[in-house]
Nanobody, 125 residues
Framework: QVQLVESGGGLVQAGGSLRLTCTAS????????RSWFRQAPGKECEFVAR????????YYKDSMKDRFTISRDNTKKSAYLQMNILKPDDPAVYYC??????????????????WGQGTQVTVSA
């Protein structure tokens, strides 16, 4: 089992930045990839970014790749989502997710084994 805990959410002005952290515990050596999703009120859960653990290869939703950056620390315990130039349509609960193996499509919520509880991001005008 892998436990994921997100932190770093909060209130930020439009145009500002936030850095989210996802801290993993448990059998982290079994993790193949770590992803970030988000869900706004009344909307479906949306893929944001993914980092493959073995080689740090990253993948982003097209609309976010110029503003968001996914990364990890050397211990592979923590993953980060740096969000810049936040916009009024970015507010959501942001979730960290992990998978034990390669599954397609990896943008699909059903292809992830572990989830955190989420952290709220709010953007003020």
């Amino acid at each position: 089992q892998v436990q994921l805990v997100e932190s770093g959410g909060g209130l930020v002005q439009a145009g500002g930045s936030l850095r989210l952290t996802c801290t993993a515990s448990g059998r982290t050596d079994s993790v193949y990839a770590r992803s970030w999703f988000r869900q706004a009120p009344g909307k479906e859960c949306e893929f944001v970014a993914r980092s493959r653990w073995i080689d740090s290869m990253t993948y982003y939703k097209d609309s976010m790749k110029d503003r968001f950056t996914i990364s990890r620390d050397n211990t592979k315990k923590s993953a980060y989502l740096q969000m810049n130039i936040l916009k009024p349509d970015d507010p959501a609960v942001y979730y960290c997710a992990a998978t034990n193996g390669f599954r397609e499509p990896f943008t699909d919520v059903t292809n992830h084994d572990y989830w955190g509880q989420g952290t709220q991001v709010t953007v003020s005008a």
